[in-house]
């Protein structure tokens, strides 16, 4: 059986992505420089907190990943843990979100770590839980498709937002803000609890092990887990970088309004919606690490390219200048969605790997460590912040030297993280036959040793029948 889930079910599981994906965003993009330009912090202070604060969220993540392991409910591991991130993201999305003037660096970083909290639970239980949906190696990757498909929408929706309230209730860039904090207030409980109604979890049976720092850090070498956390990291981190600089950049350089900027980058979301049936599509045909090799290979082409497209013209002008811009911008998105889904569903695969020679589930720990990596890439892509400062870049005064800095380290530095990427992840041993080994090894020893059945769940959907025209 390769435990494929029909797309109704996969929707439903994709639904926190909007929420969660349309926090994420802003904390990387708007709410930095939004914090130093609207607010009146400054960049150091603004840098220093977004940066520590994720750094420091990186150690609740092993904690974690050990309870998820070890919780057992009758709805199962990671759909309570889903629950209860929800309130703790709403209290933290409003603070963050709905700041005015006159607020401190303590009211900053108290909002952060809430939010961090809230934020872990969530992406670690609904990621690990992706995981457990299907023992397949290409179904994984059609499932966390959906999940970057969905990451990749909530990106729009909140995108779309500001640019709305400036053209039809003519508000300003404040404004903008705050209704994404609304939107992503209304759909954390809406999405949440529509996964957890529609989609099941297997409930394993509880096996003791240890599950802590010491296991978290022997994932950590295994060869196959430093490969793909290797790669996650660089293409986080780059990304990441572009993402924090993207509205300094086309302002500065290219010329265009903020609210122009906005527009920009919903193409370039637009895009990477585009992208996500691409990758899984292609890693069926060549593998899932080569598929993410050629990604991270074009994303660095056409990162580095978008240096060269024409300033600002008039961007709703048809002329020959903004069509090419288009195009490179398109071309620069499509890669967005490759990395985050494919190295999650490469994770899954690791985590068989990991039952096989260990003896336990380890998945939510496994996903803790990816967690991880993920969040000390968009922690030092904000750090950025402070080398741009001391490389001379100031928000207000423009510069020789502060545009240089600024033009190498939103293209440059991207563009060669994305090639060390490929250089990386094409040496990753986890291949389709490797895993089908794996897991014939797997399904032996459980036919060995038979697991009591996980109680039903009728309300869930069921698994469909293997339809080889539906692949």
């Not at 397949?136 to 969905?150: C, H, L, V």
């Not at 990106?155 to 609304?182: E, N, Q, T, Y």
């Not at 750090?383 to 502060?402: N, R, T, Y």
Request: charge should be positive; hydrophobic fraction near 55%; aromatic fraction near 10%.
């Amino acid at each position: 059986m390769t435990g494929r889930r029909s797309s109704w079910t996969l929707a439903a599981f994709a639904a926190p992505c909007l929420p969660l994906a349309a926090l994420g965003l802003p904390l990387v993009v708007y709410l930095p420089e939004y914090y130093v330009s609207e607010l009146g912090l400054s960049l150091s202070v603004v840098g220093a907190a977004f940066l520590l604060v994720r750094l420091a969220d990186i150690i609740l993540d092993p904690i974690l990943g050990g309870m998820m392991d070890r919780t057992r409910t009758r709805i199962g591991r990671f759909r309570p843990w889903l629950a209860a991130a929800a309130p703790v993201l709403m209290i933290a999305a409003y603070a963050l979100f709905m700041a005015k003037p006159g607020v401190g660096p303590v009211y900053l970083w108290a909002s952060l770590v809430v939010c961090y909290i809230g934020y872990s639970m969530a992406v670690l239980a609904h990621t690990a839980w992706g995981a457990v949906l299907s023992p397949d190696y290409q179904q994984r990757s059609r499932i966390y498709g959906w999940w970057g498909a969905g990451n990749v929408v909530g990106m729009i929706l909140v995108l779309l937002l500001p640019p709305l309230l400036a053209i039809v209730f003519k508000g300003d860039h404040a404004a903008g803000i705050r209704s994404m904090g609304w939107f992503i207030i209304i759909l954390l409980p809406l999405t949440f609890f529509l996964a957890m109604g529609v989609v099941g979890e297997t409930n394993v049976p509880p096996v003791k092990h240890a599950a802590g720092l010491r296991q978290y850090l022997a994932l950590i070498k295994r060869p196959s887990v430093q490969k793909l956390l290797a790669a996650d990291l660089l293409m986080g981190l780059a990304p990441g970088i572009a993402g924090a600089l993207f509205f300094f950049f086309f302002e500065r350089i290219k010329g265009f309004s903020k609210a122009e900027a906005g527009v920009l980058l919903l193409i370039y979301f637009v895009a990477a919606l585009l992208g996500s049936p691409i990758w899984p599509a292609l890693a069926k045909k060549v593998g899932k690490h080569k598929s993410l090799a050629i990604a991270s290979v074009a994303y660095a082409v056409f990162q580095l390219a978008v240096v060269f497209t024409p300033n600002n013209q008039g961007l709703f002008t048809f002329n020959v200048s903004n069509v090419i811009s288009m195009v490179i911008l398109v071309l620069a998105g499509l890669p967005y969605s490759a990395a985050p889904l494919l190295v999650r569903s490469m994770m899954a695969d690791i985590g068989d790997e990991e039952r096989l020679h260990a003896g336990v589930d380890r998945t939510g720990l496994l996903y803790a460590v990816v967690n991880g990596t993920v969040k000390l890439g968009h922690a030092l892509a904000i750090g950025v912040f402070l080398l741009l400062s001391w490389l001379g870049f100031d928000p207000k005064i423009p510069s020789a030297q502060g545009d240089a800095a600024l033009i190498t380290l939103y293209a440059v530095a991207p563009a060669a993280l994305g090639l060390l990427v490929c250089a990386i992840i094409l040496r990753y041993p986890l291949d389709a036959a490797a895993h089908a080994e794996i897991r014939r090894q797997l399904d032996e020893r459980d036919a060995a040793e038979p697991l009591p059945s996980p109680s039903p769940e009728p309300h869930v959907s069921p698994l469909l029948a293997p339809n080889p025209a539906a692949e």
